[in-house]
C-alpha cells in the first residue's frame, strides 16, 4: 500500500471509531407514540403581556426570594477533564444556554452546490455595523457544507426562523447525501438575493444577506477522525423584512409576526406566548429615588 493509501485508511479507521463516540444526534425511542399523547400546538395562541416576576423590586434587592435561590451550592467542572465526555459538554452548553435562535443558512458552494441548514451556535452580536457569528462543531469525517461553502464562497443569506416553519427547518438536517438539495427535502421556497449568490427563504419573516469577513479554525484543538471546528464572522449586506410583519419604517418587527422558535436542550424548541417589559434605568434620575444609590452615589471619587 502506497503511504498515501495508508494515511486514506488510517483517517477512514479513525472517522469510524470518531462515529461509534459521537452522540450527538439524540436517541428519541418512538417518538411518534410519545408526541401523540401531547395536546396538540396552538396555532392561534395570543401572547400576553404580564407584570415583571419582581415589580416592586428595590436597587440592592438582588433576587427577592429569601435566600431560596441561594441554598443549593454550585458543582465545579473542568470542560477538558480527561475522563469528562465531550457529550457531557454539548448537552450541558445546549441545555444550560437557551434560547438560542435558529440561524437557517443559505449557502452555495463554487460549484454552484446549494445548501441550508439550520445551526443553533448563532446570534447577531451587533447592529454597526451588522454582524453576525456562526459556529461549527467539530463532527465525524469531513466539515459541514455550509462551513466549506462559506469558506469557499464567502457569502450566505441568514433565514429567520418561525414556529409554522419549524418541521420544515429541522428536515433540512437530515445528513442528506452530497448533492440532494435541502430546499427540496424542506419544501421551502428560494427567493433571489440582491448582494449574494445563495437564494433566501421566502417563508422567513426576516432575511439577511451576509458576507464573510472572519473564520477561527480551532486547529489546536481537533481530534482523530474529527473534523475542524470554526467560528465564522458574517457581516449583513442586505436585509429583507416581509411586508405586513413590521412598522412602517421598518425599524421593529412585531413579535407576534415573528413568531421566533427558541432552541432549548436536547430536541426541545420553546415557544414565546408570554412576554413582560423593564425599562432602562438611568443613575441621575434614579439616585433621588433609592437611598441605597444616593449612598453610592456618595462614594464615588471625584
Ligand atoms: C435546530 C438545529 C440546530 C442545529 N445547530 C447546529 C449547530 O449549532 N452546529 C452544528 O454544527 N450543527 C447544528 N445542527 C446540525 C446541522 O444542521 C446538520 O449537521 C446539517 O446537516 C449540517 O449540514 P451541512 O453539512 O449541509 O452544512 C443543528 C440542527 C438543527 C435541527
Not at 435561590?69 to 437557551?98: C, F, T, W
Not at 449574494?196 to 464573510?212: A, D, H, L
Not at 412585531?254 to 443613575?283: C, N
Amino acid at each position: 500500500m502506497s503511504s498515501s493509501a495508508t494515511a486514506a485508511a488510517v483517517s477512514q479507521n479513525d472517522t469510524a471509531v470518531a462515529q461509534k463516540n459521537y452522540k450527538i444526534v439524540q436517541d428519541v425511542g418512538n417518538f411518534a407514540e410519545t408526541e401523540a399523547n401531547r395536546p396538540d400546538f396552538d396555532q392561534e395562541k395570543p401572547i400576553e403581556v404580564t407584570k415583571s416576576p419582581y415589580p416592586k423590586w428595590e436597587y440592592g434587592q438582588g433576587v427577592p426570594d429569601n435566600g431560596a435561590s441561594l441554598v443549593q451550592k454550585h458543582h465545579e467542572i473542568d470542560p477538558y477533564a480527561p475522563d469528562r465526555p465531550m457529550i457531557n459538554n454539548y448537552r450541558l452548553l445546549v441545555s444550560g444556554i437557551a434560547p438560542r435562535p435558529v440561524g437557517f443558512l443559505s449557502t452555495i458552494s463554487s460549484q454552484g452546490q446549494k445548501n441550508l441548514s439550520p445551526f443553533s451556535y448563532f446570534q447577531v452580536i451587533d447592529h454597526d455595523p451588522p454582524m453576525f457569528i456562526v459556529g461549527f462543531s467539530s463532527r465525524p469525517g469531513r466539515v459541514k457544507d455550509t462551513y466549506r461553502n462559506l469558506k469557499e464562497t464567502k457569502e450566505c443569506v441568514i433565514n429567520t426562523v418561525s414556529e409554522n416553519m419549524i418541521e420544515a427547518v429541522n428536515a433540512s438536517s437530515i445528513d442528506a447525501p452530497y448533492g440532494v438539495s435541502e430546499w427540496e427535502v424542506s419544501g421551502l421556497h428560494e427567493v433571489p438575493s440582491t448582494t449574494v449568490k445563495p437564494s433566501r427563504v421566502e417563508e422567513s419573516v426576516f432575511n439577511i444577506e451576509g458576507k464573510v469577513i472572519d473564520i477561527k479554525e480551532f486547529t489546536d484543538h481537533q481530534q482523530p477522525g474529527m473534523s475542524l471546528a470554526a467560528t465564522v464572522l458574517i457581516k449583513a449586506t442586505r436585509f429583507w423584512v416581509k411586508e405586513g410583519t413590521a412598522d412602517p419604517e421598518y425599524s421593529h418587527i412585531d413579535l407576534d409576526k415573528l413568531r421566533p422558535v427558541g432552541q432549548l436542550g436536547g430536541v426541545s424548541y420553546g415557544r414565546i406566548t408570554s412576554t413582560f417589559e423593564r425599562p432602562r434605568a438611568r443613575w441621575a434620575e434614579e439616585v433621588p429615588k433609592s437611598q441605597l444609590l444616593a449612598d453610592l452615589d456618595a462614594t464615588k471619587p471625584e
